[in-house]
Nanobody, 125 residues
Framework: QAQLAESGGGLVQAGGSLRLSCAASGLSFANYHMGWFRQAPGKERDFVAGISWTADSTYYADSVKGRFTISRDNGKNSVYLQMNSLKPEDTAVYYC??????????????????WGQGTQVTVSS
């Protein structure tokens, strides 16, 4: 069964850190770009970060630049999101996603074909 499974979410105080993990199983991973998105209640799912399949290129939403770091380990079929200096406005469900084959990293959800179930991140003030 093809799936992406996120973990590492939780409740943290403002200024704190969390590290999200996403493990792929039953689907190709190493040759695909990957992304992280987030969705707050009542809002659209927004791009957070993306990483090329070689890990030599990374992209970030302006709102998280300098605070979040995306990385991957193709040997473990996993992608990570290190989140530092968290703010209450970072509260959302975070999703990892696999980019469609042959497409560049995009900020739109249509560019991704597999999604995890999401992990809740709550930042208290």
């Amino acid at each position: 069964q093809a799936q992406l499974a996120e973990s590492g979410g939780g409740l943290v105080q403002a200024g704190g850190s969390l590290r999200l993990s996403c493990a792929a199983s039953g689907l190709s991973f190493a040759n695909y770009h990957m992304g992280w998105f987030r969705q707050a209640p009542g809002k659209e799912r927004d791009f957070v970060a993306g990483i090329s399949w070689t890990a030599d290129s990374t992209y970030y939403a302006d709102s998280v630049k300098g605070r979040f770091t995306i990385s991957r380990d193709n040997g473990k079929n996993s992608v990570y999101l290190q989140m530092n200096s968290l703010k209450p406005e970072d509260t959302a469900v975070y999703y990892c996603a696999r980019a469609r084959w042959g497409t560049p990293i995009t900020t739109g959800t249509i560019g991704y074909d597999y999604w995890g179930q999401g992990t809740q991140v709550t930042v208290s003030s």
